[in-house]
């Protein structure tokens, strides 16, 4: 897959390589799920596809928000200790 030039999707990716989107953070990734769900009853899938797509989307939703919530409470204490060794 070719890609042109990402550089207006700066904030989604921070490196391109191969046509892929590479280095994504689970903030993004949860805002690009939002968007999926918002958008997904104007995509014209069969109403089964959606009520799968919108579970997929939702327990992904759920665990990244999980992640991001776990990363964000442990990040002050990896400070904190990065801080005392300094000192």
Excluded: C
């Amino acid at each position: 897959m070719i890609v042109g030039n990402l550089s207006w999707l700066y904030p989604l990716a921070r490196d391109v390589k191969h046509g892929t989107l590479v280095g994504m953070t689970k903030d993004v990734l949860i805002m690009l799920a939002g968007l999926l769900v918002a958008f997904l009853p104007f995509l014209g899938f069969p109403n089964a596809w959606d009520q799968w797509i919108l579970l997929g989307l939702g327990v992904a939703i759920i665990a990244l928000g999980v992640a991001v919530r776990r990363s964000r409470r442990r990040a002050p204490l990896q400070v904190a200790t990065q801080h005392e060794e300094t000192h």
